[in-house]
């Protein structure tokens, strides 16, 4: 590894704001010599000392960016003096000179910040590099659980991209470091949504599925589809470009369906999110079909104050013949958007991107292109497959939208092929996609589908 060191952060006030920009931050640069090892490389913050006020406040807070992508965000909640936090763990090094900025800031949205006034931190950023990835993962968040099952013991080569499969548990690292579930049917089962959490059963919880864990935080799925409506079917009358819907997600009728504060819109919005019943959009120019999410919408708000304020990436793509790796940049970094459409959105539900839907198949034995996973080793072998296709019931929605095109959205058809032009209008199946809040524990539960794991709450 090679590493160079930034600025130091000394005698600086952390002045409380609403977000990590609002804090104080140094960067380190990380780089390998050469393409002759898979290096990982991770970045700690060493505690000399912080004051008990501060530390239990669960406002100092932290987030690293590689270039300007945030990787990994969390809280210091808990920490004490001599703790050395992994605060970015596995970062799988490139040969070219990559920047990591490392913020800490204070959050004036927690209830107890004012506790914390006139307290502090000394700490310093170490860096460290191995050849495998470590068991660690950042300070405080549900994911640890996860990374310590994760022993990696096999190598998995697709589209000429080297990937570390933990075969036992069914875990394997993407070309972005999070960790994944992937196979037919991996221990990823979780009650969620549950009507009481004090005894959680299949009678008081829903089933979901863990996608993952992504800076920091448990990702998961819904286990089946709440019904079929429109990614977005605005026309040119209600802001769209064309009678097609509106393929930008912090606009999409869809997003304001399943999230809240959108209450007061036409069609009631926000339906999903507060477990009502009403009207959803479903099908072209504004066309609408009633719902009913009283049985299947977010129960109460204990769920609600488990689901994190997430960031998810909308850039967009317009080939489907592409692998999974390629897709995933795509998402993040590289894919484009129609003029004028955002290239990412904070909130709490979404769907989930084409890339999830890749990292779920085995890719020791699906090596396609994700048009081509409509074969038959591929669908066999991901399983994800029946939930975004309704058990190959209908099409399924993704979170991506086409790259050249107003209208245009990414799906999944009955068969498993993933595609690039759906349109926004049409009316397909949906399956929430969210993020736990960090702070939770894994209480039970093996992940089995009898025995899907507990949330402490």
């Not at 993962?137 to 990374?147: A, R, V």
């Not at 996973?373 to 066999?380: F, L, P, Q, S």
């Amino acid at each position: 590894i090679n590493y160079t060191k930034g600025t130091n952060i000394t005698s600086a006030a952390l002045n409380p704001g609403s977000d990590y920009t609002s804090g104080n931050n140094l960067s380190v640069t990380l780089y390998k010599k050469d393409n002759t090892y898979t290096i990982y490389g991770h970045i700690y913050l060493d505690i000399s000392n912080i004051s008990a006020n501060l530390s239990s406040s669960g406002a100092l807070k932290y987030a690293v960016l590689e270039g300007t992508t945030k990787i990994v965000d969390g809280e210091l909640t808990g920490t004490s003096s001599g703790n050395s936090v992994p605060l970015a763990v596995n970062i799988p090094l490139k040969t070219a000179s990559t920047k990591y900025t490392v913020y800490l800031w204070f959050d004036v949205t927690e209830e107890n910040y004012m506790s914390a006034e006139n307290t502090s931190i000394s700490a310093t950023i170490r860096c460290e590099a191995s050849m495998k990835p470590i068991k660690a993962t950042s300070y405080g968040t549900t994911g640890s659980y996860f990374y310590n099952k994760y022993t990696p013991n096999t190598k998995v080569i697709n589209n000429n991209i080297t990937y570390n499969y933990d075969t036992t548990n069914s875990l394997m690292q993407d070309v972005g470091g999070n960790l994944r579930y992937y196979g037919a049917n991996p221990n990823n089962y979780i009650y969620f949504n549950c009507s009481d959490y004090n005894n959680q059963s299949s009678s008081t919880c829903e089933t979901w599925r863990i996608i993952g864990v992504f800076e920091g935080k448990v990702k998961i799925i819904r286990g089946s589809q709440i019904g079929k409506y429109s990614w977005d079917n605005k026309n040119t009358s209600t802001g769209a470009e064309t009678d097609n819907g509106k393929n930008d997600w912090t606009d999409a009728r869809l997003m304001k369906l399943l999230n809240p504060g959108y209450e007061s819109e036409p069609t009631r919005g926000s339906l999903y999110y507060n477990a009502k019943s009403g009207n959803c959009y479903y099908g072209k120019n504004n066309a609408t079909t009633t719902c009913n999410f009283t049985s299947s919408g977010i129960k109460n708000d204990t769920t609600r104050n488990l689901i994190a304020e997430t960031t998810y990436y909308t850039r967009g793509n317009n080939s489907n013949q592409i692998f999974v790796d390629t897709m995933y940049d795509k998402e993040r970094v590289s894919g484009t958007v129609y003029s004028g459409h955002a290239t990412s959105w904070t909130g709490k539900i979404a769907l989930a991107y084409p890339s999830d839907y890749g990292y779920a198949a085995d890719l020791s034995l699906c090596q396609k292109t994700l048009y081509d996973y409509d074969n038959a080793t591929c669908t066999a072998n991901n399983w994800m497959k029946s939930i975004v296709t309704n058990n190959g019931g209908n099409l399924g929605w993704l979170l991506t939208p086409d790259s050249v095109s107003a209208n245009g959205a990414w799906a999944v058809d009955s068969s498993g092929r993933v595609y690039d032009y759906g349109y926004a209008y049409s009316a397909y199946g949906v399956a929430p996609v969210l993020s736990l809040i960090s702070e939770l524990d894994i209480g039970s539960g093996t992940g089995e589908s009898n025995s899907p794991y507990q949330l402490s709450v």
